[in-house]
């Protein structure tokens, strides 16, 4: 895989052993890459990574039914802009290899369950053993200590044992988890940026160091107010549908034609709010934002009381129009098409080795030089096919 100069990154010139696989790790690798990062992904001989086969969808080649063609969309959604080279760990000379591969790397990535890797020789002594230098990041799904330290981890267990399903869903007899594979996500986001943090350091001692996360960390770090209700309020949160536990009016709320949802953060808001709908804002009872999450219910009926006489899209702009915060509830392809999302650089069209021209979701961050010139990262690189770059790393190795 070459790098053109218009997808250096802040990053170029690190290089990344990614032996992870399933969602957190490659998550955190593929933000290295999208940064500028080399990533070279490590898999297993004949499957590879976990989520080549999770699916469906999955699609192929057009005019091909052959199941060895078959790419898996969840893989695709983790793995751009990375190197693929199958090597077997328990076999003495692909454990060379990657050996050789970690002398060059900066950093290393694995999401092993606690102790697998002491038992293939690949501890994080010998590693750094090997290279003194380099920064691992470990993730695990409870810890790599503790009473429970040695639990497996899956998104949606973590979301359950972590709390956040007891906050999510209609109502506290409905838990429910979210969308997208959030805890294996965020896992990932905090082990790139603990990567990050560990390379800055190495900058002033010249000595690698181990960044450990896990799942519950990851969910447990963005419980947010709901920490501290408990913490130190002693009030537990409970799962209360599309309404926040402690803002008002702030949700969804039912309109003549579907719903909206706004996000009434301050007095003054409250004040445009009312202004917008003829309410007196000193209505007894919720005149201020303590009384209005305690009056829950006569909110909400007063609120859609008022929207029931307008359908969405007039409803938004009459709600824009006097500076209230407001938005629809968009589904997923409407946010693809939608030309915000695209002008923000989050759809990146990419040549795959079999499937041709896909569009993947896009990085989340863009960064500017002093001028105001965009310096984001823009050639990005198909996810890659099992063991695509194996040749040419084993060539690479023997020429360096």
Same mark, same amino acid.
């Given at each position: 895989?070459?790098?053109? &100069?218009?997808?250096?990154?802040?990053?170029?010139? *690190?290089?990344?052993?990614?032996?992870?696989?399933?969602?957190?790790?490659?998550? $955190?690798?593929?933000?290295?890459?999208?940064?500028?990062?080399?990533?070279?992904?490590?898999?297993?001989?004949?499957?590879?990574?976990?989520? %080549?086969?999770?699916?469906?969808?999955?699609?192929?080649?057009?005019?091909?039914?052959?199941?060895?063609?078959?790419? @898996?969309?969840?893989?695709?959604?983790?793995?751009?802009?990375?190197? @693929?080279?199958?090597?077997?760990?328990?076999?003495?000379?692909?454990?060379?290899?990657?050996?050789?591969?970690? %002398?060059?790397?900066?950093?290393?990535?694995?999401?092993?369950?606690?102790?697998?890797? &002491? %038992?293939?020789?690949?501890?994080?002594?010998?590693?750094?053993?090997?290279?003194?230098?380099?920064?691992?990041?470990?993730?695990?799904?409870?810890? /790599?200590?503790?009473?429970?330290?040695?639990?497996?981890?899956?998104?949606?267990? $973590?979301?359950?044992?972590?709390?956040?399903?007891? =906050?999510?869903? @209609?109502?506290?007899?409905?838990?429910?988890?979210?969308?997208? #594979?959030? $805890?294996?996500?965020?896992?990932?986001?905090?082990?790139?940026?603990?990567?990050?943090?560990?390379?800055?350091?190495?900058?002033?001692?010249?000595?690698?160091?181990?960044?450990?996360?896990?799942?519950?960390?990851?969910?447990?770090?963005?419980?947010?107010?709901?920490?501290?209700?408990?913490?130190?309020?002693?009030?537990?949160?409970?799962?209360?549908?599309? /309404?926040?536990? @402690?803002?008002? #009016?702030?949700?969804?709320?039912?309109?003549? &034609?579907?719903?909206?949802?706004?996000?009434?953060?301050?007095?003054?808001?409250?004040?445009?709010?009312?202004?917008?709908?003829?309410?007196?804002?000193?209505?007894?009872?919720?005149?201020?934002?303590?009384?209005?999450?305690?009056?829950?219910? %006569?909110?909400?009926? =007063?609120?859609?009381?008022?929207?029931?006489?307008?359908?969405?899209?007039?409803?938004?702009? /009459?709600?824009?129009?006097?500076?209230?915060?407001?938005?629809?509830?968009?589904?997923? &392809?409407?946010?693809? $098409?939608?030309?915000?999302?695209?002008?923000?650089?989050?759809?990146?069209?990419?040549? /795959?080795?079999?499937?041709?021209?896909?569009? =993947?979701?896009?990085?989340?961050?863009?960064?500017?030089?002093? *001028?105001?010139?965009? *310096?984001?990262? *823009?050639?990005?690189?198909?996810?890659?096919?099992?063991?695509?770059?194996?040749?040419?790393?084993?060539?690479?190795?023997?020429?360096?």
């Amino acid at each position: 895989m070459t790098m053109t &100069d218009d997808s250096a990154g802040p990053l170029a010139g *690190t290089l990344v052993v990614d032996l992870s696989r399933a969602l957190a790790g490659p998550h $955190a690798t593929m933000m290295l890459g999208d940064l500028g990062a080399r990533i070279i992904k490590i898999e297993v001989p004949g499957t590879g990574d976990d989520t %080549r086969g999770w699916g469906p969808p999955f699609v192929q080649p057009p005019g091909t039914s052959d199941p060895a063609d078959r790419q @898996s969309t969840y893989f695709l959604s983790a793995n751009r802009n990375k190197e @693929s080279i199958a090597l077997d760990l328990k076999a003495d000379a692909d454990r060379e290899v990657l050996l050789d591969l970690v %002398r060059r790397a900066d950093v290393l990535v694995e999401n092993f369950r606690t102790g697998v890797l &002491d %038992r293939l020789g690949l501890g994080f002594e010998a590693l750094h053993a090997v290279n003194p230098a380099l920064v691992i990041l470990s993730i695990t799904g409870f810890g /790599h200590d503790g009473p429970e330290g040695g639990r497996s981890g899956y998104d949606q267990i $973590a979301q359950g044992e972590a709390g956040l399903m007891s =906050l999510t869903g @209609s109502g506290p007899d409905d838990p429910q988890k979210v969308g997208t #594979p959030i $805890a294996d996500l965020l896992a990932g986001m905090y082990g790139a940026y603990g990567v990050l943090a560990a390379l800055r350091g190495r900058d002033r001692t010249g000595v690698g160091t181990v960044v450990r996360t896990s799942l519950l960390a990851a969910v447990v770090g963005v419980h947010g107010f709901q920490s501290t209700r408990y913490t130190v309020a002693g009030k537990v949160g409970r799962a209360q549908g599309n /309404h926040h536990a @402690s803002i008002a #009016p702030y949700g969804l709320f039912r309109c003549a &034609d579907g719903a909206v949802q706004i996000a009434v953060g301050s007095e003054g808001l409250w004040r445009r709010f009312c202004g917008a709908f003829d309410i007196d804002p000193a209505t007894p009872g919720l005149a201020t934002n303590g009384e209005r999450v305690a009056a829950h219910e %006569r909110l909400v009926a =007063l609120v859609e009381d008022v929207f029931a006489r307008w359908e969405a899209p007039e409803l938004l702009a /009459h709600l824009d129009e006097h500076g209230v915060p407001a938005g629809k509830v968009r589904t997923i &392809d409407e946010v693809y $098409a939608w030309e915000q999302t695209r002008s923000q650089g989050l759809l990146v069209d990419v040549e /795959h080795e079999t499937l041709g021209t896909v569009q =993947l979701a896009g990085p989340p961050l863009r960064f500017f030089d002093p *001028t105001g010139d965009e *310096t984001t990262r *823009t050639g990005h690189v198909a996810p890659p096919v099992l063991d695509a770059d194996g040749t040419a790393i084993r060539e690479w190795l023997a020429d360096s």
